[in-house]
Structures are given as C-alpha cells and as structure tokens.
C-alpha cells in the first residue's frame, strides 16, 4: 500500500467587468465576434469574477459551477466550447472543472460575460501552459464574448475592430490611475433580460438607424479618447450620454424591436439631467444591453450621487465601482468558493485520479 499525492493542474484569474463609452453593436462576424466599430471602455474594481479551471484526466465532461451553483446547460455550453479553442491551441484535451464567483449576485441583472469570460481565458490558458501576449488574450477572449476582450486590460481601453480575427483585440489607452472616475451602477431590474446582446448584435444591422451610427462612430471615438486623454469631464459626460441613445436607438428601430429600458431607466436619465441642470452633484448615464443605468461620475460627487439615486424611483440598489487593474492570475486560495484541498490522494492503481468528493 502505498500513497502518493497529485496536484492536478490549476489556475485562478481575477478579470474586472467593464463598462463601455463607445460601445460595440453588431458584427462583421457573429461567429468570431469581429466588430463592426471600434469601442473604449473603462474596467470595473468592484464588478469582478474569479475563476479556477482544474483540468482533471478522468473527468468525462467540462462542469460549471456560478457562485457556488451547478450552472445551466448553456452556461456549460458556451463556457465548454470556450475552452475548446484553448485546448485546441495547447493541443491537450482533458476536461476541465470550472469554478466561477461573481463579485455581484447572480441575478443582480449586472452582465458578467465580460469579467468571466476574460478569467476563463486567462486561468485556462495559464494552466495549460500557453503563455500569451495581452493581445493574444484580448483575441482569445473576445471569441467568448465581445467585451470581454476588453476586460484583459485594466483602467480605460480600445478594442480595436482589425475586420479580420487576427487584428481584432483590445489595447489600453489609459492607466487606471489616470482619472479618479466612479461608475455607480443603478441596479433597476434583476430579471434575465429576454433579449440577450448576441441576438441584439444580430438584429442590430435591420435598424434603419444603424448605418447612420456607423457612420459617427469614427468622430465620437476620437472625441471620447481626446476627452479622456484631456480629462475634460463635462465633454466626456455629454459624448457617453449621446453615445448610448444612439446604441439603444439602433436597437428599439430594429426588426424586432429590442426595448431594454425600463421606467426607472428613464427616471434615472431625467433625474441626472435635472441635477446638473440644478447645480447639483454631476454624473452622466451609460446603459449597456440592459435597463441598469450606470452613472459615472467624479470621485468627489460619488457619495452625494448615490444616495440621491437611491431615491429615485424603480432603482432597487447600487453597486459602486472604482476603475479595476488588468485582470491577473492568483492564488487558487484566495478563490472564495475554492480549492483550499489542492491535492487529491491516489490510494493505489484503482483509484488514481478519483475526485474528492465537495
Ligand atoms: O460582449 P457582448 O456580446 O455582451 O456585447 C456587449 C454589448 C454592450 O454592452 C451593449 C456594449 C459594449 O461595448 O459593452
């Protein structure tokens, strides 16, 4: 009898959501989510995802597990054949236990594709031994999902559309020191939204706004970097406000309509307008696919903002964000729901490999 011990291998990351200025909508290519216009962002401290993949030999299939749950089918899916390309490119086909954990509650209506998909490219191209540029990361991400390629890099960031997957990544543009901004996320709904942004960035080309959009978006990307470069914030607050209404008015003129906003959604818009109008504390709406308003603001009105937006009406909590660093690989036992029993005990022949039971 003897007993030998096994780490299987492993690796954690840290990614930071990230919300956009200028956002992506639509797609050259919807399979490889090649954009069709460039986008800049600015990645998230507070919203962020954790994520572990342990490759195991014996394991007959990919699992996923979202804050502490068994996630569902599609989930699995999508995550799984994320991981495919990776294993592709490393040439190594084990299955993968994948352990993830939003900073944010599940079903906050705060999207987490961004941050997850950016950790799950980091942690699984880690652990099987690929050691990627950032660009090469960004490209491996956005395959995932679209902002998620910006969610590699920390402080403000550019994806850069290239019109072909080789050329299609995020770059930074600012380091997150470079600007003390806030986004205080105003959480209106927690429902699933029915409509999610892969059918929205379908959809997006039947609108008859949509190549009216198209065709400003080379301007409106110059004036955000020059306004974030200058630090002129009332420039940058009037372009992001902008920015996101033509967003959503491409998506409510598509065929179908895609309507995200809610009552509070617009309550928040008018009652931000009103504030500035009245000498009160600054900020600015961006929406993504969703009818959460994110307000962003200068540090030193943040704490007056959030209370006064937690009275207005339909906005059920807030979650304030800080701009976030690069996302990062760390110690798998800083996981909140993770792998403090790093090792599996092979008893013998027989039991090689057996999983612990959790
Ligand atoms: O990455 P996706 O497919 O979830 O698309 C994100 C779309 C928006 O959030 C609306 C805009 C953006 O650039 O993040």
Same mark, same amino acid.
């Given at each position: 009898?003897?007993?030998?011990? #096994?780490?299987?291998?492993?690796?954690?990351?840290?990614? @930071?959501?990230?919300?956009?200025?200028?956002?992506?909508?639509?797609?050259?290519?919807?399979?490889?989510?090649?954009?069709?216009?460039?986008?800049?962002?600015?990645? =998230?401290?507070?919203?962020?995802?954790?994520?572990?993949?342990?490759? /195991?030999?014996? =394991?007959?299939?990919?699992?996923?597990?979202?804050?502490?749950?068994?996630?569902?089918?599609?989930?699995?899916?999508?995550?799984?054949?994320?991981?495919?390309?990776?294993?592709?490119?490393?040439?190594?086909?084990?299955?993968?236990?994948?352990?993830?954990?939003?900073?944010?509650?599940? *079903?906050?209506?705060?999207?987490?594709?961004?941050?997850?998909?950016?950790?799950?490219?980091?942690?699984?191209? &880690?652990?099987? @031994? +690929?050691?990627?540029?950032?660009?090469?990361?960004?490209?491996?991400?956005?395959?995932?999902?679209?902002?998620?390629?910006?969610?590699?890099?920390? %402080?403000?960031?550019?994806?850069?559309?290239?019109?072909?997957?080789?050329?299609?990544?995020?770059?930074?543009?600012?380091?997150?020191?470079?600007?003390?901004?806030?986004?205080?996320?105003?959480?209106?709904?927690?429902? /699933? &939204?029915?409509?999610?942004?892969?059918?929205?960035?379908?959809?997006? /080309?039947?609108?008859?706004?949509?190549?009216?959009?198209?065709?400003?978006?080379?301007?409106?990307?110059?004036?955000?970097?020059?306004?974030?470069?200058?630090?002129?914030?009332?420039?940058?607050?009037?372009?992001?406000?902008?920015?996101?209404?033509? =967003?959503?008015?491409?998506?409510?003129?598509?065929?179908?309509?895609?309507?995200?906003?809610?009552?509070?959604? #617009?309550?928040?818009?008018?009652?931000?307008?009103?504030?500035?109008?009245?000498?009160?504390?600054?900020?600015?709406?961006?929406?993504?696919? %969703?009818?959460?308003?994110?307000?962003?603001?200068?540090?030193?009105?943040?704490?007056?903002?959030?209370? &006064?937006?937690?009275?207005?009406?339909? #906005?059920?909590?807030?979650?304030?964000?800080?701009?976030?660093?690069?996302?990062?690989?760390?110690?798998?036992?800083?996981?909140?729901?993770?792998?403090?029993?790093?090792? #599996?005990?092979? +008893? *013998?022949?027989?039991?090689?490999?057996?999983?612990?039971?959790?």
């Amino acid at each position: 009898m003897y007993k030998t011990l #096994v780490t299987l291998p492993r690796a954690t990351a840290i990614a @930071g959501s990230n919300i956009a200025f200028v956002k992506y909508w639509g797609n050259l290519d919807d399979t490889l989510n090649v954009p069709m216009n460039g986008s800049i962002s600015m990645t =998230l401290d507070a919203a962020h995802t954790i994520t572990t993949v342990e490759f /195991h030999p014996d =394991l007959p299939a990919d699992e996923l597990t979202i804050n502490g749950q068994p996630a569902d089918w599609a989930a699995v899916k999508r995550a799984s054949a994320h991981l495919d390309r990776i294993r592709d490119l490393a040439r190594k086909y084990w299955s993968a236990r994948i352990i993830s954990t939003n900073s944010f509650p599940t *079903g906050a209506g705060i999207a987490s594709s961004a941050s997850g998909f950016a950790a799950l490219t980091l942690a699984a191209t &880690k652990v099987l @031994g +690929l050691n990627l540029s950032k660009s090469e990361l960004s490209r491996i991400a956005r395959l995932g999902s679209g902002s998620a390629s910006r969610s590699i890099d920390g %402080g403000f960031v550019e994806w850069q559309p290239g019109g072909r997957h080789e050329d299609s990544h995020a770059t930074p543009l600012a380091p997150a020191n470079h600007w003390d901004l806030v986004d205080i996320i105003a959480i209106i709904s927690t429902e /699933h &939204k029915k409509v999610g942004s892969s059918m929205g960035h379908s959809l997006a /080309h039947t609108s008859p706004f949509y190549q009216a959009r198209l065709g400003t978006v080379q301007v409106m990307l110059q004036s955000v970097r020059r306004a974030i470069k200058e630090k002129n914030f009332t420039a940058f607050g009037k372009l992001i406000e902008e920015e996101a209404i033509s =967003l959503h008015v491409s998506a409510m003129s598509s065929r179908p309509s895609v309507l995200y906003w809610q009552p509070g959604t #617009v309550a928040l818009m008018q009652a931000l307008r009103r504030w500035r109008d009245d000498g009160g504390p600054v900020g600015y709406f961006t929406m993504d696919a %969703g009818p959460n308003v994110h307000v962003i603001a200068q540090r030193k009105h943040a704490a007056a903002l959030q209370e &006064k937006i937690l009275n207005v009406q339909g #906005v059920q909590d807030t979650l304030f964000c800080g701009i976030g660093s690069a996302a990062r690989i760390i110690d798998s036992d800083l996981h909140p729901f993770g792998y403090g029993d790093s090792h #599996v005990a092979s +008893l *013998g022949k027989d039991t090689q490999n057996r999983l612990p039971t959790r």
